[in-house]
C-alpha cells in the first residue's frame, strides 16, 4: 500500500489518494475523524504473549480498541515500554489546537501502529509552517512533535520531515516517565505556537537592526562570555573554543542577514550551535540524552532562553532597566535566562 498508508482523513487530497477528505475547524473535529476513521484508539490494553504450550513470551502485545472498528494488535514490546495513553495524545491534540495551530490530518500509518495529528501554523513560525505530532505503539518512532515545511501525508513525506527538521523537535521515549513528559509537552506546543509570532516580529526587528563594531562586539561578549581571570585553564580554552565555533557560525551564508553587523546574524549564530557543529554536523550530547529531549527539557533549552533575552534586551533601544545579577534573582528570574553575568555583560 501506498506510503504504508492504513486509515485517517485530511483535508486535501494526497499524491496516494488513498485517504479520506474532510473538513477540520476546531479540536473536536479533529478528534471526531481520528476516531472514526479508525486510525486513533479510544483505549489500548497491554497482553501477554503466550505460546500454544502455554509458555509466556518475554514480550507484550499492544491491544488498541476502535470507536467503530474492530479491535488489533499494533504493536510487540518488552518490558520498559510504556504506552502514551490515548487522552493525553488527544490532549496534546487539543492543547495545540487551542494555540492556534489549524488542524489537517488525523491519520495513522504501518497497519497502525503509528499515529499522526498535523497542522498549519503559518507565519508563526517563520519558514516552517506545518506541526506535526506522531507516535508509536511498538517501539519504532519515539512520541515526537515539531515544526517542518513539509506536508506529510504518508511514511515517505513522515521520514522526509524527519530528515529535514527532525534535529528542531521534540522526542519522548516510551518510559515511566512519559506521562509526566507529555503534559510538559502540551504546555511547550502551545507556548511555541503562541510565542513564535513574537519571535518572529523580533527577528524582522532584528534584521532591521545595524550594530557598529563595538556593538556588535558587546552583544558577542554577552552570548559568549570570556572565561573569569581566575578561571581554570580548561575553562579558559572551553569559553575560547565556544567563542571561535561562535564566529565561525555567524561567517556561514545560511546564517547572514543582510550586511555586516546585523543583529540577526548573531541571533542565528549563537542558535545554529544549540544542536549543529560549524560543520553542520548533529551537536553530540552526554549520556543517552539525545538532543531533541535535552533541547524540551535540559541545559539546551535554558541556553536558548539566554540567547532570547540578550537579543530582547538589545531590541528595547536603550530603554534596559538597569538590573544586576542579585537584583534579576530578587525579582525571580531563573539562572538560566540570566546566564553568567549576562545582563552586567550587557550593561556593563
Known sequence: MAGM?????????????LEEVGTFSDAASILD???????????????????????????????ASYQAHADRVVGVVGDRYTSNAPTDWA???????????????????CS??????????????????????????DGSTR?????????????????????ADGAAMAQLRHTASLETKVQILKKSVAKSIETG?????????????????DQARKVFDALFP??????????????????EEAYKAMALDVNRVGDKGNLATLWNGATYLLDRNTDGTARKTRGDSDPLNNLLFGTRARRLAEIQVTIETVLR??????????????????DGQIGRKLLEDMLG
Open 5 to 17: 498508508w492504513d486509515r485517517g482523513v485530511l483535508n486535501a487530497s494526497s499524491w496516494h489518494g
Open 33 to 63: 475523524h481520528g476516531r472514526r476513521s479508525g486510525a486513533w484508539p479510544v483505549a489500548l490494553e497491554t497482553w501477554e504473549l503466550r505460546t500454544k504450550a502455554g509458555l509466556l513470551a518475554p514480550a507484550s502485545a499492544i491491544v
Open 91 to 109: 490532549g496534546l491534540v487539543t492543547a495545540a489546537v487551542a494555540a492556534g495551530a489549524k488542524p489537517t490530518g488525523a491519520f495513522s500509518l
Open 112 to 137: 497502525g501502529s503509528k499515529v499522526l495529528a498535523t497542522f498549519e501554523v503559518g507565519t508563526s513560525n517563520g519558514l516552517r509552517t506545518q506541526l506535526l505530532l506522531v507516535d508509536s505503539f
Open 143 to 163: 512520541l515526537s512533535a515539531g515544526f517542518t515545511s513539509i506536508r506529510v501525508v504518508c511514511a515517505n513525506t513522515l521520514a522526509m520531515a524527519f530528515g
Open 197 to 213: 509570532e513574537k519571535v518572529r516580529t523580533m527577528f524582522e526587528t532584528a534584521s532591521r537592526t545595524k550594530l557598529n563594531r
Open 226 to 243: 570570556e572565561a573569569e581571570k581566575d578561571a581554570s585553564q580548561a575553562a579558559k580554552t572551553r569559553a575560547e573554543n565556544q567563542r
Open 317 to 334: 533601544d536603550g530603554s534596559v532597566e538597569r538590573m544586576t545579577v542579585a537584583e534579576a534573582r530578587e525579582h525571580g528570574i531563573d
